[in-house]
């Protein structure tokens, strides 16, 4: 089975180009790599990059890109993309905790929900949710995420196909009340999402199969969702490019501060300017 994500970093990578807007991108102990990442993203043309952080540190390193001038590029990121002062911006690495809450804070939204876009080791791009270890602790609260991401996927001209992952195999049924739990609230999920016009299959924990068939994993919740995103970046040399932050007019990308370079995210947040629309 073909999954429906050929050619969707041509997709992103066109759309970017056609819009180059102007994107901010939060910086907090800057490095050389890092400012390299974001005028690469201004060379190739993807964005008009806009560095939000102290002016010292970042010229201590040196760039001629435009800088923002501030101790706190948690609070000024929020601010920036409230105001419209920016098209998009990205998290960097500004702290995730400051950045998420003054977002929710200054756009008035009372609950965030993220997809991270993934590279395989071998660049087969596909989504992940839930990916923070706060996220997707209810069946609920796990089918608005897909509703939402899916809908978000479709901006690109690909239809979401869902592999749903649990705990164990169905022949595990018995062994572990917590997995039995895990296999039961995956299938009510496939069940429910199919209802809902949503492709949707349970794979059990067998994600080696869900990703060769689906573009998009949803984990059993959001600590198996972060330890397979740091898994799969950290060790087994695939690429996190970033987590759109799932909202209807403003456009934001989460990102980990570890890997350091944010050119392919700067790439994501431009190719989703003109599409900004409410996701339902």
Not at 7 to 18: E, F
Not at 64 to 84: F, H, W
Not at 114 to 125: G, I, K, M, Q
Not at 226 to 253: C, E, K, Q, T, Y
């Amino acid at each position: 089975m073909q999954k429906k994500t050929d050619g969707l970093l041509d997709i992103i990578r066109t759309r970017a180009l056609d819009n180059c807007p102007r994107v901010a991108l939060g910086v907090r102990n800057p490095t050389p790599k890092l400012i390299q990442s974001a005028e690469k993203a201004e060379v190739e043309g993807y964005a008009r990059v806009v560095l939000v952080g102290d002016q010292r540190d970042i010229s201590a390193i040196g760039t001629n890109l435009e800088v923002i001038d501030t101790p706190q590029p948690e609070e000024v990121l929020g601010s920036l993309l409230a105001s419209g002062d920016v098209d998009a911006a990205v998290r960097g690495t500004a702290k995730a905790s400051g950045t998420l809450s003054h977002l929710k804070e200054i756009l008035g939204i009372e609950k965030l929900y993220r997809v991270a876009f993934l590279l395989t080791h071998d660049n087969n791009p596909f989504f992940l949710a839930p990916v923070g270890i706060d996220e997707g602790h209810s069946l609920s609260d796990k089918i608005e995420l897909v509703k939402r991401s899916a809908a978000y996927i479709r901006r690109f001209g690909i239809e979401p196909e869902v592999g749903i992952l649990s705990g164990g195999r169905m022949g595990d049924l018995g062994r572990d009340e917590r997995v039995d739990r895990t296999l039961a609230d995956a299938d009510f999920l496939a069940n429910r999402l199919n209802d809902a016009g949503i492709d949707a299959k349970h794979y059990t924990i067998l994600i080696e199969d869900a990703i060769r068939e689906s573009n998009f994993i949803l984990a059993p919740d959001g600590i198996s969702g972060n330890l397979i995103f740091r898994s799969l970046v950290f060790l087994g040399g695939g690429n996190g490019i970033g987590a759109p932050v799932l909202m209807d007019r403003h456009v934001f990308i989460d990102t980990s501060r570890v890997g350091g370079h944010y050119t392919l995210a700067i790439m994501l947040a431009a190719s989703l300017v003109s599409n900004k629309r409410e996701v339902v």
